[in-house]
């Protein structure tokens, strides 16, 4: 085929198989695919769909980044993918696949199916250029959650909690939602620090989010700390996404000395380059100013307290908000498990509450995840039974 801007498919070993009518090859790269990333039964037709979906090409890039295509791009691409259609979208090969769970969206998984039913090459088209604007291409457009490792891995099985799970922190979960919706609708939001005691909610928080506004375009990518010098760079490859990603700090305690303490410095606020619109970073850590201090730090004359308590308060305060997790007090903690056990249909009672007293006297203190921890343990014992 003579493409121009879909040309990487000619490379694909599944379509020399076609074109050379080398059937094993074929039937060799449709079961495994099926097996792996199929949603429909129509093995070859979905294959060519998906490559296209997920295809780096010019056509894509501007779609995905929003920018306009102009009747030229539009007509060359229309011809390729009459190529396409013509000589790929025809061959028929059945295959159902065992029905595994792809980890893929939703969004993504309709996209493709609609792709694949393209009862015309410029209804593929058509559809083509709706999934680049709506979800990008590639590995961003398939997962709504990663990890960052140096390069982006899609986290195929997200944790499914919501802030219904969430007991006792009210103002918190409305006061990260009400930024995390503004994100989501293209205003301005800021960056979120939460901070507090341990078990509190904070990173459940965070994970909340995507459940919440996943179907409206919020991504998640958790980053580790040795990474946060990347921050720069990984912004700039998500700006021209369609979608809206959230870089997860989790856990985070840094030393003003750390080299990374001063990349998320710069990374949050300091750099020339302009910071993506679609990009914000939340952060979790059990200190107020994500700093670790010792009493060393206090010593010395007055300017050097100064000094280090301005490059102390440097990083913190490049957080537009700062939510506070407190430890709840019995009361509150024995409301959390009132709560968590009223989801699962069981009233508390004075049995419970002592069970719960001694479960958090032995097992961590007071707190949301020992709540949690307790009312799992309380029904694994009533099941048993």
Aim: a negative charge.
């Amino acid at each position: 085929m003579d493409l121009l801007i879909f040309d990487k498919i000619d490379g694909d070993p599944c379509v020399r198989g076609i074109m050379e009518k080398n059937n094993i090859e074929v039937l060799r790269a449709a079961i495994k695919f099926s097996e792996t990333e199929g949603v429909t039964d129509n093995a070859i037709r979905e294959y060519v769909a998906s490559f296209l979906a997920n295809d780096d090409n010019i056509l894509s890039r501007l779609a995905g980044a929003g920018k306009s295509i102009g009747d030229d791009l539009y007509r060359i691409a229309l011809m390729d993918i009459e190529q396409i259609y013509k000589k790929l979208f025809g061959i028929q090969i059945k295959y159902t696949p065992s029905g595994n769970d792809t980890g893929f969206s939703d969004a993504y998984i309709q996209s493709v199916k609609a792709i694949t039913e393209a009862e015309s090459a410029k209804e593929l088209l058509e559809l083509l250029i709706l999934h680049y604007r709506k979800l990008g291409c590639g590995i961003k457009a398939k997962y709504t959650a990663f990890k960052y490792n140096g390069s982006l891995t899609g986290v195929s099985e997200v944790d499914a909690i919501t802030f219904d799970d969430l007991i006792g922190i009210e103002y918190q979960k409305q006061t990260i939602i009400s930024n995390t919706k503004a994100f989501v609708d293209g205003k301005a939001a800021n960056n979120v620090l939460l901070f507090g005691d341990r078990g509190t909610g904070k990173s459940s928080s965070v994970k909340a989010l995507l459940n919440m506004f996943g179907g409206e375009g919020l991504r998640i990518i958790e980053t580790p700390k040795t990474y946060i010098r990347d921050i720069p760079c990984l912004s700039s490859s998500l700006a021209s996404s369609p979608n809206k990603y959230i870089i997860f700090l989790d856990d985070l305690t840094l030393d003003p000395d750390e080299p990374e303490f001063k990349a998320l410095k710069i990374a949050m606020e300091g750099q020339l380059q302009a910071s993506a619109d679609n990009v914000l970073i939340y952060a979790t850590s059990n200190r107020r100013h994500l700093v670790r201090e010792n009493w060393s730090d206090r010593e010395g004359g007055e300017v050097h307290v100064n000094d280090h308590m301005q490059e102390t308060l440097s990083l913190a305060e490049r957080f537009g908000i700062s939510l506070v997790f407190s430890a709840p007090t019995q009361k509150e903690y024995l409301n959390i498990v009132a709560g968590l056990l009223k989801k699962r249909g069981i009233e508390m009672n004075a049995d419970i509450e002592k069970q719960a007293v001694v479960w958090e006297m032995n097992y961590g203190g007071k707190s949301a995840r020992c709540a949690k921890q307790f009312v799992t343990s309380y029904i694994a014992g009533k099941e048993d039974l």
